[in-house]
């Protein structure tokens, strides 16, 4: 669905990827970590055409997303972090939008505007910043487009909307959709995300399935401070030390923590190089 | 075809409350002095019809630059509805396309039938509360559709100058003319001191003095002469919007995110 291949892309002269490799096949929802300034929106802009790289290759949906071919544009729905909206009635955008989108399904739309309890006879510009994200998000779900990328997508909404976001984004996934979620927001993704990309200095230092994680290294919660060869990382946490450890055999039956994952990725990323095979 | 029509609904559905706005303003600027005038008896008793036509052309050039002027700084390069415009998915002509028949000519034609659909309202209002009226903005007058042609070569200037510049696209664009005008008069000044050397004086020392009765008597010159003006008028009518649309085309294509400001 996507491949990127020795991507070269600069801010000036300032480089943020160098020879960036990226593949991601159809069918699951990536989630996309990194700290402040790793590039993760200028690489969601990068995969959408809306940024263009100084050398290497990309294929989107099999197109160069540079050339910003309408057939590839009308199967990618973005919603930003930062966006707009006119001021006009749901029915009236539904009106000048949904025919730039084939796939668009109403039954759908409708359900997941219900699912987000708008009211749908509101100005679409009068509905708060967390409506609004709402409204785009059930109107990307339902334009059944190949690739969802989401940048940042639980920012502004409450708390039972993070659990409706979650059951709805998860429900709205099939074999031929990608959803590509980037975000800072760890705990709101926690069992929606899977595979995790993570992105740090312009480099793709960790892309693995939770499962493969799972196999290979044990996140746990230790009450003493953790020795050994097998630690990869552990931080102090209320009640004792979130752990990281190698964990090949299955010795260790846990799930694994996200955020603590990532923060043992970026703290030694040479134990994650490539991922988790 | 498909897409450029819901780009033009599109966009007339989200300027529809500015262009309610706009002739709403022009609307009141007609009709309020002129029944100032009526009350205090002062209204014209005959008047050609220059004052609305003379409107027509002061709204649709001045008015229109600046709507073709804004319109990409709206969405192209604004940061907020920048990522709508790049990733709609139409092709970059079409865009483009879209926003000429928009600008170009809907909003003249637009204009032309609410101007003269204001002054028959006017001037219906004139004829029955005081008794006076001047005529109706002609349609037909040859001068109309004169200026009309003239718009439409001549924003296609300010479309290159909207996609061109990020930000304050009107100011910068008349700004460029001015210096693009002042640099070709000195380049035409000098070709011209050249060209026709033999009935120039001095040129730089006293200024320029053309010997006009050798000059006009002069076959080649006035043959030059005529070349000259239809160059020009080739470069005004056949050339100018073409090169605007084409570079205007490319910046359209090219445009990228952090180009937004």
Request: charged fraction near 15%; include cysteine; charge should be negative.
């Amino acid at each position: 669905m996507i491949t990127l291949n020795n991507l070269h892309f600069s801010y000036g002269k300032k480089p943020l990827f160098t020879d960036l490799k990226l593949d991601v096949p159809s069918g699951n929802i990536y989630g996309l970590l990194g700290m402040n300034g790793a590039g993760k929106t200028t690489l969601l802009k990068l995969i959408a055409g809306q940024l263009f790289r100084k050398s290497g290759e990309a294929q989107v949906l099999g197109f160069d997303p540079v050339k910003r071919h309408p057939a590839m544009l009308s199967d990618i729905f973005y919603l930003p972090e930062e966006f707009y909206l006119p001021n006009m009635s749901i029915a009236t955008y539904l009106k000048l939008n949904v025919p730039f989108y084939p796939k668009f399904d109403q039954n759908a739309f409708d359900r997941y505007i219900s699912e987000f309890a708008l009211d749908t006879s509101q100005k679409i510009s009068d509905f708060s910043y967390g409506q609004k994200k709402k409204f785009l998000l059930s109107f990307g779900l339902a334009s059944n487009t190949s690739l969802l990328i989401l940048d940042e997508p639980t920012n502004g909404l409450d708390i039972p909307s993070k659990t409706q976001f979650r059951r709805t984004v998860a429900s709205a996934l099939t074999e031929e959709r990608t959803f590509i979620i980037s975000t800072h927001q760890v705990r709101d993704m926690e069992n929606l995300i899977d595979p995790i990309i993570i992105l740090h200095d312009g480099v793709i230092i960790f892309n693995a399935s939770l499962e493969d994680v799972s196999e290979s290294i044990a996140t746990t919660l230790e009450l003493d401070e953790p020795q050994g060869a097998d630690v990869i990382y552990s931080e102090k946490v209320p009640g004792g030390y979130s752990v990281v450890r190698k964990d090949p055999d299955g010795t260790f039956d846990s799930g694994v923590d996200l955020e603590t994952l990532f923060n043992a990725v970026i703290a030694s990323p040479n134990s994650f190089k490539g991922g988790v095979k | 075809m498909r897409n450029i029509l819901l780009l033009l609904k599109k966009q007339v559905y989200e300027d529809k409350k500015g262009l309610i706005i706009y002739a709403s303003v022009v609307f009141g600027l007609i009709l309020i002095p002129n029944l100032v005038m009526g009350f205090f008896g002062k209204l014209p008793s005959s008047q050609d019809d220059m004052g609305y036509l003379g409107l027509f052309g002061n709204l649709l050039f001045a008015g229109g630059f600046i709507m073709v002027s804004i319109t990409y700084a709206q969405e192209m390069y604004s940061k907020v509805k920048q990522h709508a415009w790049l990733m709609l998915p139409v092709h970059a002509h079409e865009k483009l396309i879209a926003k000429v028949i928009y600008h170009a000519i809907i909003y003249p034609l637009v204009l032309l039938i609410f101007i003269f659909a204001s002054s028959v309202i006017i001037e219906g209002l004139n004829a029955v509360l005081f008794s006076s009226s001047t005529p109706f903005l002609d349609m037909t007058d040859l001068a109309v559709w004169k200026m009309i042609l003239n718009y439409l070569i001549l924003q296609s200037v300010f479309l290159l100058g909207a996609t061109y510049f990020k930000s304050a696209n009107f100011v910068k664009t008349v700004l460029s003319v001015m210096v693009v005008s002042i640099v070709l008069s000195i380049i035409l000044a000098l070709i011209a001191r050249v060209v026709y050397a033999p009935y120039a004086q001095v040129m730089f020392h006293g200024g320029i003095s053309i010997d006009e009765t050798t000059f006009i008597m002069n076959t080649n010159a006035m043959n030059l002469l005529e070349t000259y003006e239809v160059i020009g008028k080739t470069i005004y009518w056949a050339l100018l919007a073409p090169f605007c649309l084409v570079v205007s085309y490319f910046r359209i294509r090219e445009v990228e995110a952090k180009d937004a400001v």
